[in-house]
């Protein structure tokens, strides 16, 4: 399955997940639940001990995932059972870490053979991406570049090499809800694509469906990460319809 077709026909709405959290079992009728509301591609967090570009929520359900005993095996084989009732694409985003120890070559063999279509590393900076991105897309799995506020001048050279889609960075910091965006996301943007093809997504403080219309109006699609992680937070191993609702609210303010 394609990245690009999350792209398609609409608005894409990509919403990110913590495997494990609060148990795989879980994370599997999740994942159902979200594309049954809407969603046009799903980010599955492998999670790590120490996730940088973390926010407390996510953070917060890293050491849920971990403390419950989630290993990166055991999330390759939750993929293999839910991937057959899945009809959206499906990208690992995790650090460098994880996919270093876990072997690069090893890791990206298997994310082909069990159907994920991408891989986002948020640490690894652009310069250093081809020590990991050259291994994937060999197996055919689209290595995911991020874009900050901060990129300036490097926004041409990262998205002119972007693959899948390009990950713009909302916000200064790390993942989290925010009440308000300040960004010149138009003007992001506008540069990126000037440099590619390639659909931009903004992720990164978008927590209602408001956001979510607002900044589609400049985007290919938008990111929720933070908001459906806390409802999971909340409501644990009935998070199910919490979570539905949620994000067939979203996917309805994009259509209007």
């Known amino acids: 399955m394609k990245i690009a077709d999350a792209f ?10 913590t495997c494990g959290d609060p148990s795989l ?8 639940e979200m594309e049954r509301g809407g969603v046009d591609l799903i980010e599955l967090g ?4 120490d996730p940088t570009a973390e ?19 055991k999330i390759f084989d939750m993929v293999r059972r839910v991937r057959p009732k899945l009809n959206v694409p499906l990208v690992f985003m995790t650090y460098a870490n994880v996919v270093f120890s876990y072997g690069v070559e090893r890791f990206a063999k298997t994310c ?4 994920i279509s991408g891989i986002i590393l948020p640490d690894v900076p652009f310069e250093e991406k081809h020590e990991f991105s050259d291994v994937f897309e060999s197996f055919g799995v689209e290595f995911i570049s991020l874009i900050a506020p901060t990129s300036e001048d490097r926004i041409s050279l990262v998205a002119g090499e972007a693959k899948g889609f390009v990950y713009c960075v909302s916000s200064l910091g790390v993942t989290g809800t925010r009440s308000t965006i300040t960004t010149d996301i138009g003007a992001m ?8 093809n390639t659909p931009a997504a ?9 956001q ?24 644990g191993e009935e998070a199910d319809k919490p979570v539905y609702e949620f994000v067939k609210s979203v996917r309805e303010a994009l259509d209007k």
């Open 189 to 196: 943007i506008e540069k990126v694509k000037e440099a590619t």
């Open 25 to 32: 079992d879980a994370t599997q009728r999740l994942l159902v």
């Open 212 to 235: 979510a219309a607002d900044i589609a109006r400049f985007a290919d699609g938008i990111i929720i990460g933070s908001a459906i992680v806390k409802l999971i937070g909340k409501y």
């Open 46 to 49: 492998i999670p790590f001990s």
């Open 55 to 73: 926010g407390p929520v996510i953070q917060g359900a890293n050491i849920r995932a971990l403390s419950g005993g989630v290993t990166t095996d």
């Open 112 to 115: 082909a053979e069990i159907g």
């Open 202 to 210: 903004v992720g990164f403080g978008i927590s209602t469906p408001e």
């Open 8 to 17: 398609k026909n609409r608005k894409a709405f990509i919403s990110f997940i």
